[in-house]
């Protein structure tokens, strides 16, 4: 589905004003915290991993070594 030229215009009127300018910014603000809200969970969890790992290696050669 595509946009005709006659509605991009009509929606690039209503983001032209003050409030639709806010609202464009709000909406990107939301993407960009969604988006780092799924790069986060993803980075805990290598730190968790990294974390358990370290404590491995760190327990073997002290028991090992």
Not at 23 to 38: E, Q
Not at 44 to 65: D, E, K, N, Q
């Given at each position: ?6 509605v991009?215009l009509?929606?690039g ?5 003050p409030?639709?300018q806010?609202l464009l910014?709000?909406?990107v603000?939301?993407v960009v915290?969604l988006?780092g809200?799924?790069?986060?969970k993803?980075a805990w969890?290598?730190v968790?991993?990294?974390a358990?790992?370290v404590?491995?290696l ?8």
């Amino acid at each position: 589905m595509s946009l005709s030229p006659q509605v991009a215009l009509q929606l690039g009127g209503l983001l032209g004003g003050p409030l639709g300018q806010l609202l464009l910014a709000i909406v990107v603000i939301g993407v960009v915290v969604l988006v780092g809200r799924v790069v986060l969970k993803v980075a805990w969890r290598l730190v968790t991993i990294a974390a358990l790992v370290v404590g491995v290696l760190l327990l073997a050669s002290m028991f090992l070594g």
